[in-house]
């Protein structure tokens, strides 16, 4: 997360966000989730990491990766884990763009092979393929997304592996199945699918299933796979029951552990025995998907659909209970730290980098706020070039970086005033955030990984 004067971000910024931890973050070859050890793409700084690559410069190497997946890698132990899906008949490609309406109304015909890889943090290599799953699909799927959309999680022990509508399964490091959990699909709404990413909370794998049918946050045993509690969400929206995609937090804050979740009308927060700790009624974007955040002892809940007039953040304090509504104004709730109506992104996550609060817009802008008082440093700012993001941004080295939907990641100077310094080009369609472990960058394409780094 910087001098102000400078723009540059001094190295003591990784000690005041890693209380955002959502899992461990045992040194830096450790990657154990969605968006890393913060929880929010925030590395520790390393000059063994580049600022400028292509196709060509600054690759340590390439792997094919057969079939579709939007889920991020990860890596523990020299290890680089992602997961794709496989069919035997070609279906409509994922697309990028910003789209209006529903879902495919049909689950794609014929057989389909869920995967999970293993590869060798150094070379580049597949260690070891296995099949998590295989059948047709039973639910249909948003155009953009994919059937392995969902990040897997380590403990540094063990891999656990969502497939949204499928399955949770656990391997060891070295290939070997351990547990699977399995997922009964539900009607999503308009046929999207899930998303949500699992997290580890102490011993548990915790995971969200937000559908138009049986919404629950669930905890599994990591060692065992057996269920340890399964707690029922209750819509609160205007129009009935709303499925979400944001990936839950867990905020480990001066206080206690809370399990943060976003939901439709409404932020919820569950302690790790899955008892609710407070629910905080409060105007959302129709479509939930970017995933809370913590820095500076707060936590930021964010959603942002580019047709909604409400498009909010709130940054709450701890220490809230039971539950109430942000009233006209959220300034007034004891808890609410600041807020701002409209400056939510839809499909992005944003990033708090040093004092500031940065928010990457699909539409090819970004934003930037105080971290700590939500005034803002700098409104909506084009990009140089026009761009659409799907893929959340990340910081080492005092720079944000942008991945665009093109394969064009736009490297942005930290600090109060907005500055591309650079932009690198993949030439490929990415949705997917990537990875930063042990001085390397790896950053996933439709159909490749590549590993950046001096």
């Not at 190295?11 to 154990?32: N, R, T």
């Not at 399964?169 to 199945?177: F, I, K, R, V």
């Not at 109060?416 to 990875?435: H, M, S, Y």
Request: proline share 7%; glycine share 8%; aromatic share 12%.
């Amino acid at each position: 997360m910087p001098d102000k004067n400078s723009g540059r971000v001094l190295p003591i910024v990784f000690l005041f966000v890693s209380s955002a931890v959502a899992c461990l973050a045992d040194g830096a070859e450790l990657w154990p989730c969605f968006r890393g050890p913060t929880a929010m793409g925030v590395a520790q700084d390393d000059r063994r990491l580049p600022d400028r690559w292509s196709r060509t410069e600054n690759v340590r190497w390439v792997t094919e990766v057969p079939g579709w997946g939007w889920s991020c890698p990860i890596v523990a132990e020299g290890k680089v884990f992602l997961t794709a899906v496989v069919s035997e008949k070609e279906y409509e490609k994922p697309q990028k763009g910003l789209y209006n309406g529903t879902g495919r109304a049909e689950p794609p015909e014929g057989m389909h092979r869920w995967l999970v890889y293993c590869l060798d943090l150094e070379s580049g290599k597949i260690v070891w393929k296995h099949e998590a799953h295989q059948g047709q699909p039973q639910v249909p799927r948003h155009p953009k997304s994919t059937y392995a959309s969902e990040t897997p999680v380590t403990d540094g022990q063990r891999v656990y592996v969502l497939f949204g509508d499928v399955g949770l399964y656990c391997y060891d490091l070295a290939g070997q199945q351990l547990w699977s959990h399995q997922i009964e699909p539900k009607k999503s709404f308009f046929n999207y699918g899930a998303a949500a990413s699992p997290v580890i909370c102490e011993d548990l794998v915790v995971m969200v299933y937000d559908n138009m049918e049986d919404r629950y946050i669930a905890a599994i045993d990591a060692e065992t796979g057996q269920q340890r509690w399964r707690t029922a969400r209750p819509a609160r929206a205007l129009f009935g029951t709303r499925s979400t995609w944001a990936t839950p937090l867990v905020w480990k804050n001066d206080l206690r552990t809370e399990i943060v979740t976003s939901d439709y009308g409404c932020i919820r927060s569950y302690d790790p025995r899955g008892n609710v700790l407070w629910d905080l009624k409060a105007p959302t974007s129709n479509l939930i998907i970017p995933s809370p955040i913590s820095a500076h002892g707060m936590v930021y809940v964010t959603s942002g659909y580019v047709g909604d007039s409400d498009r909010p953040v709130y940054a709450i304090r701890p220490g809230a209970s039971g539950q109430g509504g942000v009233g006209e104004n959220p300034a007034e709730h004891p808890h609410v730290a600041w807020s701002q109506p409209q400056a939510g992104p839809y499909n992005t996550s944003p990033v708090v980098y040093g004092d500031y609060y940065y928010t990457l817009l699909d539409r090819g802008f970004m934003t930037c706020h105080d971290a700590r008082t939500g005034k803002e440093v700098y409104g909506k700012t084009r990009f140089p070039e026009s761009a659409s993001f799907t893929s959340s941004p990340w910081a080492y080295n005092g720079k944000i970086f942008c991945l665009s939907e093109d394969g064009d990641t736009y490297v942005v100077e930290a600090g109060p005033a907005f500055r591309v310094a650079g932009i690198n080009r993949l030439d490929e369609l990415c949705l997917a955030t990537p990875a930063v472990a042990d001085g390397k960058l790896l950053l996933r394409t439709a159909s490749r990984l590549y590993c950046i780094a001096r």
